[in-house]
């Protein structure tokens, strides 16, 4: 059995995608799938902040895509947000700072209700939790899971949205985070009284050298028969492209 790696693909069907939303754009992404079953629950990522470097590839999202499918049987949508560019390719519009993105969330749901994909989960990192938070609480939404939460532009009220649903909430907090630490998220996220804060010791707001636990916590969530997550694979593999 071969170790997997930080840059590891491991099997899955691969696809590329298109987005379209409500005020006219085309955002590009990948779907990802178990190579050999259907799909036991989705994640759909919503980057970091584009203009500081986030998009689809962001690591924690590549790594969700080229792991989880055959690991843990989950299919993992990536997109970029309006105006981000990737290898993938660049999505129409320009960034909005949080506001028009509304729209992009809307239709990423949108393609996983109508491609019959279950128990959708939202996954979102940094500026991705905001986009989650604001404007994710839908009725085909399953929960959400946020890494390195800022709350930087999500309000009490959308906090108060999420707390009159029945979809869980779960925070990954870095102990050591840049913006918003686990005793503060913890007072904070009290508006959602199930929401779940985890404090994850030593890890930083960008989860370098800490993906592995990251792609744990999620899979304790959403696919909790999978965890915890192997570290080695039996079976073909691939060799991505750096880590970034």
């Known amino acids: ?31 990802a799938l178990p190579a050999d079953r259907d799909p036991v629950a989705t994640l759909i990522c919503l980057h970091p902040l584009p203009t500081h470097g986030g998009m689809m590839d962001s690591h924690i999202l590549r790594k969700a895509a080229w792991r989880l499918p055959a690991l843990a049987g989950l299919a993992v949508l990536r997109f970029n947000t309006r105006g981000t560019a990737s290898e993938r390719g660049t999505s129409e519009g320009t960034f909005d700072g949080g506001r028009a993105e509304r729209y992009d969330v809307a239709a990423a749901i949108e393609y996983a209700e109508f491609a019959g994909l279950p128990a959708i989960w939202l996954l979102g990192w940094s500026f991705g939790t905001d986009l989650a938070l604001q404007y994710g609480c839908d009725p085909a939404v399953a929960g959400a899971i946020l890494l390195s939460p800022p709350l930087r532009s999500t309000t009490v009220d959308d906090l108060r949205t999420w707390a009159a649903s029945d979809q869980p909430v779960v925070a990954l907090v870095p102990e ?17 009284p199930r929401a779940e804060v985890v404090s994850v010791p030593g890890a930083k707001h960008l989860w370098v050298g800490d993906a592995d636990t990251a792609l744990d916590e999620i899979v304790k969530r959403v696919a909790p028969d999978a965890f915890p997550l192997p570290r080695k694979w039996d079976g073909p593999m691939e060799m991505g492209l750096g880590d970034g």
């Open 176 to 192: 050591f985070d840049d913006y918003l630490r686990p005793a503060e998220a913890a007072r904070r996220f009290a508006v959602i």
């Open 1 to 31: 059995m071969a170790e997997i790696r930080a840059n590891s693909i491991l099997p899955a069907r691969r696809e590329p995608v298109e987005l379209h939303t409500a005020d006219g754009l085309t955002l590009v992404g990948e779907l």
